[in-house]
């Protein structure tokens, strides 16, 4: 048991970051991203999270602006100045907010951050990591033809990955997949949707279990789990479940209906670290593998996804790049590189075991708000 842990300070940063290249989904391109960082102090130490909120509602109803909103009227009244013995006493304070998993993930974050810190151990560690090492798989948006696609493909397979994931979407999808089939024969594959189908579709995820994948992501509404157990008693593919597993309740129903054989986790998603713990613990008994989902993080972010792809359920590789995969320049040292293997090896400092560049941070930050 650590010591009790006082908030003394909350800052919050929003931080322009540009992609290397667009990521184009169902929902739309993303260029950019102003990530928006929490930094918890007490005492001596600091711990950081990251939101995963976007600039729009596309993936989620939270945005970049709800999110700060939400953070500065309920979050930080909620935990300044109070004092919790450990994660779990942080997480049900912040649970009274209904809602808004990505704020209150990057807060839940930055305290795990700083109760590792403060136990002098690797995140991972306390989480019951089993790996020092973890997959690492890639996730390709949708490209303005099939050759540039297959481009990006060699070069991310020439690179070390050891998994291929192809964005979705109607008139993008069978003769995609087949050409990359064609291409690259014995290529660990998968494709995800990000709900872009309905249930009238289903002819084409009948044709789409012909090419060997890995699974099929998301296929129908975030909502609508019954149609989804119906498309997986049609097809033998695995249906993997993320934007439609936003807690533990929902995972529990998911895999009582039969919608899914695998799970996607982002904490971001979830609500956080406990949340994606728990979610992880059910499925594993009940021999439903899962991996960890991106969002485009930063390091900050990434360091937790990596932490979580350390737990021994966690079973195909995850969307979890090197930071070079998306930005010029990440806001952690060291950065998160690809091993020849195609793994990323997982920090053992202490917390999430990088050095935050907070003067990178304070000079790029377009808002810095702060509470004492």
Same mark, same amino acid.
């Given at each position: 048991?650590?010591?009790?842990?006082?908030?003394?300070?909350?800052?919050?940063?929003?931080?322009?970051?540009?992609?290397?290249?667009?990521?184009?989904?169902?929902?739309?391109?993303?260029?950019?991203?102003?990530?928006?960082?929490?930094?918890?102090?007490?005492?001596?130490?600091?711990?950081?999270?990251?939101?995963?909120?976007?600039?729009?509602?596309?993936?989620?109803?939270?945005?970049?602006?709800?999110?700060?909103?939400?953070?500065?009227?309920?979050?930080?009244?909620?935990?300044?100045?109070?004092?919790?013995?450990?994660?779990?006493?942080?997480?049900?304070?912040?649970?009274?907010?209904?809602?808004?998993?990505?704020?209150?993930?990057?807060?839940?974050?930055?305290?795990?951050?700083?109760?590792?810190?403060?136990?002098?151990?690797?995140?991972?560690?306390? *989480?019951?990591?089993?790996?020092?090492?973890?997959? /690492?798989?890639?996730? +390709?948006? #949708? $490209?303005?033809?099939?050759?540039?696609? =297959?481009?990006?493909?060699?070069?991310?397979?020439?690179?070390?990955?050891?998994?291929?994931?192809?964005?979705?979407?109607?008139?993008?999808?069978?003769?995609?997949?087949?050409?990359?089939?064609?291409?690259?024969?014995?290529?660990?594959?998968?494709?995800?949707?990000?709900?872009?189908?309905?249930?009238?579709?289903?002819?084409?995820?009948?044709?789409?279990?012909?090419?060997?994948?890995?699974?099929?992501?998301?296929?129908?509404?975030?909502?609508?789990?019954?149609?989804?157990?119906?498309?997986?008693?049609?097809?033998?593919?695995?249906?993997?479940?993320?934007?439609?597993?936003?807690?533990?309740? *929902?995972?529990?129903?998911?895999?009582?209906?039969? /919608?899914?054989?695998? +799970?996607? #986790? $982002?904490?971001?998603?979830?609500?956080? =670290?406990?949340?994606?713990?728990?979610?992880?613990?059910?499925?594993?008994?009940?021999?439903?593998?899962?991996?960890?989902?991106?969002?485009?993080?930063?390091?900050?972010?990434?360091?937790?996804?990596?932490?979580?792809?350390?737990?021994?359920?966690?079973?195909?590789?995850?969307?979890?790049?090197?930071?070079?995969?998306?930005?010029?320049?990440?806001?952690?040292?060291?950065?998160?590189?690809?091993?020849?293997?195609?793994?990323?090896?997982?920090?053992?400092?202490?917390?999430?075991?990088?050095?935050?560049?907070?003067?990178?941070?304070?000079?790029?930050?377009?808002?810095?708000?702060?509470?004492?």
């Amino acid at each position: 048991m650590g010591q009790k842990l006082k908030v003394e300070k909350v800052d919050i940063f929003i931080v322009p970051m540009e992609l290397k290249y667009p990521f184009t989904t169902s929902f739309g391109t993303e260029k950019k991203r102003r990530v928006v960082i929490v930094s918890l102090e007490s005492g001596d130490l600091k711990g950081w999270g990251e939101c995963t909120a976007g600039e729009g509602p596309w993936y989620s109803y939270e945005t970049v602006d709800t999110a700060v909103h939400i953070a500065k009227e309920f979050l930080v009244p909620l935990v300044l100045k109070q004092e919790f013995n450990n994660p779990t006493e942080f997480y049900q304070r912040i649970s009274v907010v209904r809602g808004n998993n990505m704020i209150k993930a990057a807060f839940e974050e930055a305290f795990w951050d700083l109760y590792a810190k403060s136990l002098g151990k690797p995140l991972y560690v306390l *989480l019951g990591g089993v790996r020092t090492k973890i997959f /690492s798989g890639v996730s +390709i948006g #949708i $490209k303005g033809s099939i050759d540039e696609l =297959i481009r990006h493909i060699n070069m991310y397979l020439n690179m070390g990955y050891r998994r291929i994931k192809i964005k979705i979407k109607p008139g993008w999808d069978i003769e995609v997949v087949r050409q990359v089939r064609r291409q690259f024969p014995e290529t660990p594959l998968q494709v995800d949707a990000n709900a872009a189908y309905d249930i009238s579709y289903i002819t084409l995820f009948e044709e789409l279990d012909k090419y060997n994948l890995l699974m099929i992501e998301q296929p129908f509404h975030y909502e609508d789990l019954v149609d989804h157990a119906y498309l997986q008693k049609r097809i033998g593919t695995p249906i993997c479940l993320d934007e439609s597993i936003h807690s533990i309740h *929902l995972a529990k129903a998911a895999i009582a209906l039969g /919608s899914t054989r695998v +799970i996607n #986790i $982002k904490p971001g998603r979830v609500g956080g =670290i406990i949340q994606s713990k728990e979610i992880h613990d059910y499925a594993k008994e009940r021999n439903i593998p899962v991996w960890i989902g991106g969002m485009l993080e930063s390091g900050i972010g990434r360091a937790h996804l990596v932490a979580l792809a350390t737990l021994p359920n966690v079973r195909y590789p995850n969307d979890v790049s090197a930071s070079d995969r998306y930005y010029h320049e990440d806001i952690v040292e060291p950065e998160f590189k690809l091993n020849k293997d195609g793994t990323i090896s997982v920090p053992n400092g202490p917390g999430i075991g990088v050095e935050v560049k907070e003067e990178f941070i304070e000079e790029k930050a377009i808002d810095i708000f702060e509470w004492s």
